[in-house]
């Protein structure tokens, strides 16, 4: 048997691992967003933007609108946060929706429709900077 001696415990500075270095001064409890600074730019990358009109297409073209890039759009214009129970709460300006992972890759259309609903609500829909933007 070895004896190493009395183990002293270490404190935990704010390296790269630890949660102070990766909140910086955002205050605890609050959700990373980049909603603010796309309401001064209005600018979403293309693959966003190409997301966002798949989304308002009503045509055939709407059923082929994937889970993963509706969350990728959703996570730029707003706050997404997973919640224990599978159920996503989506945060859209004044909206909040909750959101269930689809069974297969591709969105329903009642979901596509609540989407919409939110994605208007925090100006993303037809006709606003960010949507005609190119």
Known sequence: MVFVGPVT?????PTSFSPVARLGSR???????RQEHHRVTDHLASHHRATLHKVFDHGGGAHNVEWREVISLL???????E????????GLGDSLLFLHRPKHKDVDTQMLVDIRKGLESASYGPGTPAFDQK
């Open 9 to 13: 415990p270490r404190v935990a500075g």
């Open 27 to 33: 205050p605890a409890g609050r959700l990373h967003s």
């Open 75 to 81: 996570e730029a214009v707003g706050t997404v946060e």
């Open 83 to 90: 919640e224990h129970n599978g159920k996503f709460r989506v």
